[in-house]
């Protein structure tokens, strides 16, 4: 039986979510610029936006590991998204407004578990993490919904040059927290970033899906964080 003595999260669907929603905030860019678009057309196009970002994902992830690189990848997004909309001469120049913007806390929102799950962790004695491909910004955003002082460490790829699944990454987090990597538990909802990078290393991986997919046929899986401290005390301990 393992011990476990930190938790680490991933952050994009799983911790927090955009808020009201991308398509609303492109709305509302799009609106203070004077170009007035129905929610539902922008929501049509996020299919082939998304798209965009998959196949520059799967072409080559590396971008995660560069503040510069990744935004050139969001930037490319909106300005896809943008254009059509029917509006190409300022395409670029809404899209760097876009990103700029989700820069900011009050875009995001933390799901309504997160926080008790945080405190919770903390009672059982356990240090908390954060291992995420995220631009340079994730600090502060975390500190701006409340819960950078429930964290002991933030591992953001721009910040470190190393970008999930590598395991490199995952190593590096656990020596921030003086852990070796069994000891540590990872949850996120990607299965090729987080799953398949954080089992590389040892760390016992947890998928969470908040949006009712196919649970896998094998591995620990959660629906939300309430579901979280039972895995923790099936299969392995908690303890200092």
């Not at 998304?50 to 520059?56: A, H, L, S």
């Not at 254009?83 to 989700?102: H, P, S, T």
């Not at 190593?171 to 799953?195: F, K, M, Q, S, T």
Request: charge should be negative; include cysteine.
């Amino acid at each position: 039986m393992s011990v476990v003595r930190a938790v680490f999260f991933d952050v994009g669907n799983t911790l927090v979510y955009p808020y009201p929603s991308v398509s609303e905030v492109c709305r509302e860019m799009l609106s203070r610029a004077g170009h007035e678009r129905d929610l539902g057309l922008i929501d049509s196009f996020m299919p082939l936006v998304y798209v965009y970002y998959e196949d520059r994902y799967l072409e080559d992830d590396t971008f995660w590991t560069d503040k510069e690189e990744t935004s050139k990848v969001w930037i490319g997004m909106y300005s896809l998204l943008c254009r059509k909309l029917g509006i190409d001469d300022m395409a670029e120049e809404l899209a760097q407004a876009v990103y700029d913007e989700f820069g900011c806390s009050n875009r995001w929102r933390m799901y309504a578990d997160v926080e008790p799950a945080l405190r919770r962790l903390r009672d059982m004695g356990l240090r908390i993490g954060i291992i995420s491909n995220w631009d340079n910004r994730l600090s502060g955003l975390l500190d701006g919904l409340g819960v950078g002082g429930m964290l002991d460490t933030v591992v953001s790829s721009a910040d470190v040059g190393l970008h999930k699944p590598d395991p490199r990454i995952f190593e590096l987090a656990c020596e921030r927290l003086d852990v070796a990597p069994h000891e540590a538990a990872h949850v996120g909802d990607h299965h090729y970033a987080d799953i398949l990078g954080a089992d590389s290393v040892g760390m016992t991986p947890i998928l969470i899906d908040r949006h009712g997919g196919e649970p896998p046929a094998k591995g620990r899986f959660v629906r939300t964080l309430d579901e979280l401290d039972e895995h923790l005390r099936q299969g392995i301990s908690c303890g200092e």
